[in-house]
């Protein structure tokens, strides 16, 4: 009864609200010192589609970061019930939404829309729109750049752009990623990395060097953002 309850209708509805409303809180409230904006403003100004890439603990709040009249960003969202309270906070801060998620090897009897989401991405990025991704999401290892980000930049020829941010008032969640949760009215800090292109016909060692790179540059942005704001670092999970 109680799950019936916390995924019924009503309080998907609730729920994805308050998140929702907390999301636009933590983006107005927040005085945030932007560093390494050089490496994103040409993106920007070129109205080109891109793959923003963050770690899962840091994505709720990655609409901070995106400033009004820029590439239209969208995430992806699982078809899940904890899905639907998600995709009505990100849709109540003007994000665009595509359902779907990767594939989980021990339900692999279950379509969770993964094939049609990934060509909805692809379409957005070739519209010159700015598809977010978690690279290390939705189970892990943390901080560890999975093939799925650098497979659509090959594909669409976008460029992948690591952005790490953190606040000084916030906590961390003992969750695998290390969540962490801003609070308001403090101060914060976005740290934009060198974009990563990869070469027009790449092949599997371009590939690798291309997740790594964006790998290395996303703990680095993230990193430099937590020292900026008193936090301790988090670290990537041992390599695979």
Known sequence: MVKSI??????????????GGYMALIKRATRWEVRGREHIAPIWEGGEG???????????????????????PAILI???????????????????????????D????????GAAAFRNMVRWVRGGGCMAITPDGPRGPRQRVSPGAVKLAQITGA?????????????????????????PFGR???????PVRLPD?????????????VEARLNDATQEAD????????LPDPAP
Request: net charge positive; hydrophobic share 40%; charged share 20%.
């Open 6 to 19: 916390l995924y019924s209708a009503p309080m998907i509805w609730t729920l994805g609200g308050l998140i």
């Open 50 to 72: 891109l793959v923003l890439c963050t770690w899962h603990g840091r994505n709720l709040f990655l609409e901070s970061t995106w400033p009004p009249g820029r590439q239209k």
């Open 78 to 104: 699982s078809r899940s019930r904890e899905g639907d309270v998600v995709a009505r906070a990100a849709g109540l801060n003007g994000v665009a939404l595509i359902r779907g998620s990767t594939q989980n």
């Open 106 to 113: 021990a339900k692999k009897h279950k379509d969770k829309g």
């Open 159 to 183: 460029p992948l752009v690591p952005v790490g941010w953190s606040t000084r008032r916030g906590f961390r969640l003992n969750s695998w990623d290390r969540f962490h949760v801003p609070l």
């Open 188 to 194: 914060g800090v976005i740290v934009w990395g060198e």
């Open 201 to 213: 016909k790449a092949g599997p060692g371009d590939i690798e060097a291309a997740r790594q790179l």
């Open 227 to 234: 020292l900026a704001c008193g936090q301790d670092p988090v």
